[in-house]
């Protein structure tokens, strides 16, 4: 693949394995940016980016915000409460303010499920998922398959275990797109609740039994119980679901020596992962947030029309 051709970075589904290595590939040249003096590129000079954010964000919008920044754009944030939305405003009528006001890119995260989807025909400017309901998040299963790379070499032929609430997770199923297509062997678990066996038609292996998840793992990915997309009680209480599937040291002990951990955050220490876990040698979830700022730069760049990395 010699170019990028697409204005909207809505999903993984819809993107080519090709399109993926194109991204990826990418994002390594903007890595390389960023261990410079000077972390700053030209490339959007003169171009506005705004982040819509209609659902709370710590990593994706402040990454965003910097990857924008870094390559020359102005960049307005919006969030729910400080917008008229809050006043009976639909999202439509926001967007196509925004581009009044000449938005070249709207990134955006929603509560919603298929609200990119929904805004990215209406509009000239380019749209990002940041985020939508518990459909997809994009940025973030590029981000990770991006630290693999950089850790494990490869993607194709790995045991990666994602282990948590994948029923309610817009990572686990961004996720799964990317890995498959890449050719991991992936399993899923978690509670039966959670991780349903129609998972099971992504081409995914799911258990509901921890011990069997972990045991050749190469690579584990936890995720948070997602209690704000939950409307049902789906498992007795939060100690148990520690005790049944949190990643403790016990469990930690007994995986692969090279099994490397990851979570996209925000983490639940003493939930789903205890704190010696999350900060132990073999867990990469800071690298995953430093890596989503090439990995953001990478979509920006290419979705603003970009096709090779300027000095
Ligand atoms: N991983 C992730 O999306 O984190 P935020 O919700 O903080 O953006």
Redesign the pocket.
């Given at each position: 693949m010699k170019r990028w051709q697409r204005k909207d970075l809505l999903g993984i589904q819809e993107l080519s394995v090709a399109e993926i290595n194109f991204l990826l590939n990418s994002a390594q040249a903007f890595k390389q940016v960023g261990k410079r003096s000077v972390k700053k590129v030209p490339s959007l000079r003169g171009k506005t980016v705004v982040n819509l954010f209609i659902e709370?964000?710590?990593?994706?919008?402040t990454s965003f915000e910097l990857a924008a920044t870094r390559l020359s754009a102005d960049v307005i944030n919006i969030t729910a409460n400080a917008s008229s939305l809050v006043k009976g405003e639909t999202l439509k009528d926001t967007a196509l303010n925004l581009q009044a006001l000449h938005a070249d890119v709207i990134i955006i995260r929603h509560s919603a499920a298929g609200a990119p989807h929904f805004l990215a025909p209406l509009l000239k400017a380019s749209v990002i998922n940041a985020?939508d309901g518990a459909h997809e998040?994009p940025t973030?299963a590029l981000l990770d398959a991006f630290t693999i790379l950089e850790k494990k070499g490869k993607i194709a032929g790995l045991n990666i275990t994602i282990l948590g609430d994948i029923l309610f997770s817009r990572?686990a199923r961004s996720n799964i797109w990317l890995l498959t297509k890449l050719g991991a062997n992936v399993t899923l678990a978690g509670p039966s609740t959670l991780v349903p066996r129609v998972f099971e038609q992504f081409g995914c292996r799911v258990t509901h039994n921890i011990d069997d998840a972990l045991r050749d793992a190469d690579v584990v990915n936890l995720l948070r119980i997602q209690h704000e997309r939950q409307r049902q009680t789906l498992f007795p209480s939060i100690g148990e679901y520690t005790t049944m599937f949190g990643l403790n040291k016990e469990r930690f002990a007994r995986l692969k020596p090279d099994a490397m951990i990851m979570h996209?955050?925000?983490i639940n220490r003493g939930v789903e992962i205890d704190s010696e876990v999350a900060d132990c040698e073999r867990s990469v979830i800071l690298e995953q947030v430093t890596n989503g700022l090439a990995v953001r730069m990478a979509v920006l760049f290419l979705c603003s029309g970009g096709q090779a990395v300027e000095s």
């Open positions: 709370p964000s710590t990593r994706t919008r985020g998040h973030q990572v996209p955050g925000p």
